[in-house]
């Protein structure tokens, strides 16, 4: 993890928000490809696999043009799929960088399953016209790969919502088991494969030439599959969605993540109406405006996963953002000679409340250990715990290393003698 994290940039809170907002529309992009792809190459290998057992040109039809909708070029699951995946992969190592966050590991091991599951599905769309087994055998394998990738991505990124618990996550087994992360696979296989009948819909009959020589009855039972199967699983999304919310740490809960939440169930609810709608009246007109609304879904619930991590990493994200403007300050070093600093105690109460205070406390632990338990050590030379504080070092293996402040020698000196005082006369 220490040689990923040497190729990530200084982290500064202008840069931050520029990466955070690259991450949400790269998981804007992503998502609902890699949602099509799973849920039309599940249905076309269904439909394949039929066909195979009692021949019926409608089933064989229908599973070619299922898998041609979303894997019709071998650059669209690089584009939609490869490169953004590696994208928000390289934006959680900066953003998450020296937070010890081990699941970290486990996001970048998800990468193979997932690249070998979108080759599998590839080669499945190229061997397709041959109708073997093993045609469907490696399509059936890609659906396999894919799956298991995206859990542990998904349990990955669930495990972000909760810092406190990084230190107990050593393996895989201790990953996936998390209620909060099996309900966002849920919610993300419900979602995939409500926005698959959308894109039967769109894509079938308002993207593809073939749509216009297809017979009447292969229209009328790909429109219906479509609609049915996009309704049914858009009905479950908000079962699954409000088990994940519960299932999240406090710390994770805000008003605004609940305005989020609630918005994502609203827009659900009107693609439910929609649907319903061209069930009923067997018209495809809203086609387009459905698939825009499932876009719409996806953008809000990637906001609300970003509302939560914000929650989760607050503390975090101060002592990266401070070390990050350490960094800066080594670049231009700007520090004082040794002086007379430790007798300042208001100006090293002043740095202990503005600086100290983001990541410790005397009384309890925070990022860093609780002072009362690590001051002793240095009350008889407070010298060594100025050395410490203008070069830090990894000293407990189950807590993030603290980060050079870049403070002047009278900063460090004056932070350490208030925090010596106070230790003596209230803790001690």
Known sequence: ?????QFALVNT???????????AVMYIIHLPYIGMLLGNTLFSLIFNAMDKQQPNGLHATFSRRLIDSV????????VFGVLPLMVITLIYIQI???GGASTTLFLIYSLVPIVLGLIAVNVYRITFSQRSYLSILIGAAGIGLLLVGYFVLIASVARFHEPDRWKFVTSLTSLLVSYNAIGNYLTFLMASLAISGAGIVFFIFK????SENDTPEFQRYARQFGVII???FTLLIPIFLIFSFITLPDVAWSNSMMFSGILVIIVLAIISLVLTAMLQRNDLKYGISLFVLFIIAYSLLVITNAITRENSLVELSKTINLKGE????????????????LT?????EDIYKRICSTCHRFDKQIVGPAYNTVLGKYENDINKLVAFVSKPTKVNPDLPPMPNLGLKINDVEAAAGYLIKTYQEEYK
């Open 13 to 23: 809170p202008v840069f931050l928000k520029t990466v955070k907002m690259l991450l």
């Open 96 to 98: 998450l960088q020296s």
């Open 207 to 210: 993207w593809q030439n073939d």
């Open 1 to 5: 993890m220490e040689l990923i994290e």
């Open 71 to 78: 894997a019709f070029r071998k650059s669209i699951s690089l």
């Open 344 to 348: 300042d105690y208001a100006r090293g």
């Open 230 to 232: 996009s309704l049914i």
């Open 326 to 341: 350490a960094m800066l300050a080594e670049l231009i070093p700007e520090r004082g000679e040794v002086g007379s600093g």
